[in-house]
Nanobody, 124 residues
């Protein structure tokens, strides 16, 4: 049974940093591309960042480039999202996703497995 469990979310003031983690189980982690998505209140879910199975290729939404960084530890079967200089518009539920079918040229593709999400409210 594939499971993706996010952690690290919580209330954070604007300008601060937060690191999200996604622990994966029930899958051969090293062959799965991993992604982070978010959904703000009243908005559709949007792509945030993704990383290839080996960690050599990353992709970011324009809105988070230079502020967020995705990384993975295949030994710990965990993917991370380091979020710096957080803004109120970063507020939302952050979801971890995984898919073994995605290549380095298609990291924004449709992911099959999803975590439960973790809340990141960036307060003012």
């Amino acid at each position: 049974q594939v499971q993706l469990v996010e952690s690290g979310g919580g209330l954070v003031p604007p300008g601060d940093s937060l690191r999200l983690s996604c622990a994966a189980s029930g899958l051969t982690f090293s062959v799965y591309a991993m992604g982070w998505f978010r959904q703000a209140p009243g908005k559709e879910r949007e792509f945030v960042a993704a990383i290839s199975r080996g960690g050599g290729t990353t992709d970011y939404a324009d809105s988070v480039k230079g502020r967020f960084a995705i990384s993975r530890d295949n030994g710990k079967t965990t993917v991370y999202l380091q979020m710096n200089s957080l803004k109120p518009e970063d507020t939302g539920v952050y979801y971890c996703a995984a898919d073994y079918r995605l290549s380095v040229s298609g990291l924004r593709g449709e992911y099959h497995y999803w975590g439960q999400g973790t809340q990141v409210p960036v307060s003012s």
